[in-house]
């Protein structure tokens, strides 16, 4: 499995856009890039998956460049509710395994 | 129903106690996990169940032992756990092990005293 390295922590302000980079150097070709968000006490939540270039969907974006070796999370507009601990994930598909890496504690100030 | 859901939520038990968590989803997943997380650590993967079998133990010692009745439920049974066994207990399903979106539920909050 691909090591992952997050920053630990990122602060905005709502209405901004938010991007998070994921660096895995050593990506192997059939792996896929995942992102969860997770609030206190709760369980993670998937957010966005992708291969190459670029995944949109009605929560995110995810950008991947062309050598694979990271990727950003980009939060559109943040609000207050967007402050939770993303997790970015790196594994073949039928791994069989999720593992979390460290995350990156996002916090959204008025 | 997209949901996965756990009991019970909080826990309370001494350390001579046996208890069980419950996991349980109706999407017709075959692949079910359970995890472990402490505060403020990223979850850690302890068993997986492929089909009703178990196919991965993280090395997960034998005072937790799992167990998956139907493809539905799955279940964590704990006995004479240690205070470092408190932690928040994640189960988890996917619609096969190959798949990478996972649906997890709220998690069973256990403190061993």
């Known amino acids: 499995l691909a090591k992952t390295t997050q920053p630990i922590s990122m602060d905005s302000y709502e209405g901004q856009e938010v991007n998070i980079t994921c660096s895995h150097n050593?990506?192997?070709?059939?792996?896929?890039i995942t992102w969860y968000q997770q609030f206190p006490s709760q369980g993670p939540r998937f957010i966005i998956q992708?291969?190459?270039t670029k995944v949109t969907n009605e929560v995110a974006s995810l950008f991947i460049p062309a050598d694979r070796k990271s990727s950003t999370l980009s939060l559109p507009r943040v609000s207050l509710s967007d402050t939770a601990v993303y997790y970015c994930?790196?594994?073949?598909?039928?791994?069989?395994?999720?593992?979390f890496g460290q995350g990156t504690r996002l916090t959204i100030n008025p | 129903d997209t949901e996965v859901t756990q009991t019970p939520k909080h826990l309370v038990m001494g350390m001579t106690n046996k208890k069980s968590l419950k996991c349980e989803q109706h999407?017709?997943?075959?692949?079910m996990y359970w995890y472990k997380q402490k505060a403020k650590k990223p979850p850690e993967l302890m068993f997986v169940?492929?089909?009703?079998?178990?196919?991965i133990n993280e090395s997960v010692p034998s005072r937790f032992s799992p167990e998956c009745p139907n493809s539905s439920l799955l279940n964590l049974h704990l006995h004479a756990l240690q205070p470092e066994d408190s932690a928040l207990y994640l189960c988890?399903?996917?619609?096969?092990?190959?798949?990478?979106?996972?649906?997890f539920g709220q998690g069973t909050r256990l403190t061993v005293v």
């Open positions: 992708g291969y190459k």
């Open positions: 999407m017709g997943h075959r692949a």
């Open positions: 169940y492929s089909y009703e079998k178990l196919s």
């Open positions: 050593n990506i192997a070709t059939n792996d896929y």
């Open positions: 988890a399903s996917s619609q096969e092990v190959r798949v990478t979106e996972a649906f």
């Open positions: 994930l790196v594994g073949l598909q039928g791994a069989q395994k999720l593992v």
